[in-house]
């Protein structure tokens, strides 16, 4: 079993930034790809970004050049820093982890946190 707790979300104006973690324990692999997905209220969990275990990353058109991924191993910590806000990112942000080769659905992924809300405003 492996556990993923997301911390880091609030609220922020417009423009701003935040960092999101993302904690892994309990049966954790270095062979885990991870990811982000968001999920606003009335709609469908969505990619945002992935990040392999060797390192690749792929990000949704939509936050590419904002969002950053990266993750500390020795930690089994994953972090998204998110730059330039847009009202649009307002979501409830979830921590995935997998084993598959890909990356973008949320079938992907074996194992959720329980998300994260990061409220932008206006």
């Known amino acids: 079993q492996v556990q993923l707790v997301e911390s880091g979300g609030g609220v922020v104006q417009a423009g701003g930034s935040l960092r999101l973690s993302c904690a892994a324990s309990g049966r954790t692999s270095m062979h885990y790809s991870m990811g982000w997905f968001r999920q606003a209220p009335g709609k469908e969990r969505e990619f945002v970004v992935a990040i392999t275990w060797i390192g690749n990353t792929y990000y949704a058109d939509s936050v590419k050049g904002r969002f950053t991924i990266s993750r500390d191993n020795a930690k089994n910590t994953l972090y998204l820093q998110m730059n330039s806000l847009k009202p649009e990112d307002t979501a409830v942000y979830y921590c995935?982890?997998?084993?598959?080769?890909?990356?973008?659905?949320?079938?992907?992924?074996?194992?959720w946190g329980q998300g994260t809300q990061v409220t932008v405003s206006s």
């Open positions: 995935g982890a997998g084993s598959r080769n890909t990356y973008y659905r949320r079938s992907d992924y074996a194992y």
